[in-house]
């Protein structure tokens, strides 16, 4: 018999041919627990017989489906995410500046302007990026760029101080935006503890992807899969070789959770949760004479969550009875400094709540939200990474 803590998970991204991989080693990924299951359709026959009984049972159509559930930590799971948000590849991490620049207007504006020639890359409005070095703290950090020239950005976050000229470093992060970039995996199960066990998912593509911010937790990741067909492989090195996992520690909700802001100046929220799931509506596209999908039909993006807080003010229930809208961004950074940016720039509060359910417990705030296109930055949803 074997072992679930003998269970090796892996994948491999498919080539242009859906359902068809490239022969080439396996990445080994990180997990929790996972529900993949090759699925049949069948009916029974609808003959009449004498003796009552059925005279067969025919298969009517296969599929794959069920959910990876894992750990945040960083680098793991890059493919994964952009392949959730259907994102054309991660940018390229660039050093945009990398000269001497100053708030060129009063604290509070959050106008960043070079003090010679032109940036080296120019940001553009929606862009996340690092500034360190500032002298000022609130000048440094992650930041969205609201508006730029080739000598000037601004960014949302309008607690920028005044600071003299002096050289600072700007990264433009890499990032991925939800898009429509369609991407399918091989998914392995290798049963280690048996000789030569293994059972390969083809054609999976990632239905959904749900994060969620518990107190006192680790930050939890999954991704719901739908693809052609499970098979049981006949033995070979192109299963059998794997890259390992990465080494990067697991992020909790403690420690790595530096920031937390709403609104248009991003300001500091105190959460106690937080929930993200995107669904990108699939479907399986089936042809005469063919068992299993032959491809996979995208849907609209649905993002939806929630949050939760302590009641200190009225300000978020009134956006919800206003049905006003606001953005949510969150940063993930583990020890070292390692990390993601999530950011919703535009969203609106469907369902709300702030009850008095028992004696001697706090009155918290509950709130449901939809995430759609910001017509400013184009997009409804863009996650950053950024390296130590």
């Known amino acids: 018999m074997s072992d679930t803590n003998r269970v090796a998970l892996s994948y491999e991204k498919e080539g242009a041919t859906y359902a068809t991989a490239p022969a080439s080693a396996l990445e080994d990924v990180r997990y929790t627990g996972e529900t993949l299951v090759h699925d049949t359709s069948s009916v029974s026959s609808e003959e009449i017989r004498s003796d009552r009984n059925i005279s067969d049972v025919t298969r009517t159509g296969v599929g794959a489906s069920g959910?990876?559930?894992?750990?945040?930590?960083?680098?793991?799971?890059?493919?994964?995410?952009?392949?959730?948000?259907?994102?054309?590849?991660?940018?390229?991490?660039?050093?945009?500046?990398?000269n001497s620049v100053t708030t060129s207007v009063a604290a509070g504006t959050g106008v960043y302007t070079i003090d010679s020639t032109t940036w080296t890359v120019t940001p553009a409005v929606g862009d996340l990026l690092e500034i360190r070095g500032d002298a000022e703290a609130a000048n440094n950090g992650y930041k969205v760029v609201t508006a730029a020239t080739t000598t000037t950005f601004t960014v949302a976050e309008t607690g920028t101080a005044v600071s003299a000229a002096q050289t600072l470093v700007i990264d433009i992060l890499s990032q991925i935006t939800n898009g429509t970039t369609f991407a399918s995996y091989h998914l392995q199960k290798e049963f280690t503890d048996l000789t030569n066990i293994f059972e390969l998912l083809e054609g999976m593509v990632i239905e959904g992807l749900n994060l969620e911010a518990a107190l006192e937790g680790i930050v939890s990741l999954s991704f719901n899969w739908t693809g052609k067909q499970a098979v049981s492989p006949a033995p070979a090195a192109t299963f059998a070789a794997r890259n390992a996992v990465t080494a990067n520690e697991v992020m909790n909700t403690v420690d790595h959770i530096p920031t937390q802001g709403e609104g248009a100046a991003h300001d500091a929220i105190c959460l106690t949760n937080f929930t993200m799931a995107l669904v990108n509506n699939t479907r399986q596209?089936?042809?005469?004479?063919?068992?299993?999908?032959?491809?996979?039909?995208?849907?609209?993006?649905?993002?939806?969550?929630?949050?939760?807080?302590?009641?200190?003010?009225?300000?978020?229930?009134n956006l919800y009875t206003g049905n006003t809208a606001t953005e949510l961004i969150l940063v993930f950074e583990d020890?070292?400094?390692?990390?993601?940016?999530v950011f919703l720039p535009q969203l609106k509060f469907s369902a709300g709540s702030?009850?008095?359910?028992?004696?001697?417990?706090?009155?918290?705030?509950?709130?449901?939200?939809?995430?759609?296109?910001?017509?400013?930055?184009?997009?409804?949803?863009r996650i950053a990474r950024f390296a130590a």
Do not use: K
Not at 354 to 365: K, M
């Open 354 to 381: 702030r009850t008095a359910p028992s004696q001697d417990a706090d009155v918290i705030v509950d709130l449901t939200y939809t995430a759609y296109l910001d017509a400013t930055y184009g997009y409804a949803l």
């Open 335 to 341: 020890t070292l400094g390692n990390g993601y940016i």
């Open 285 to 317: 596209l089936n042809c005469l004479g063919q068992l299993g999908a032959n491809d996979i039909g995208l849907g609209h993006v649905e993002i939806t969550g929630g949050i939760q807080l302590y009641l200190e003010d009225s300000a978020l229930m």
């Open 67 to 98: 959910d990876t559930n894992h750990e945040l930590s960083y680098a793991e799971f890059d493919d994964w995410l952009e392949s959730g948000l259907l994102s054309a590849t991660w940018s390229t991490a660039d050093t945009g500046i990398e």
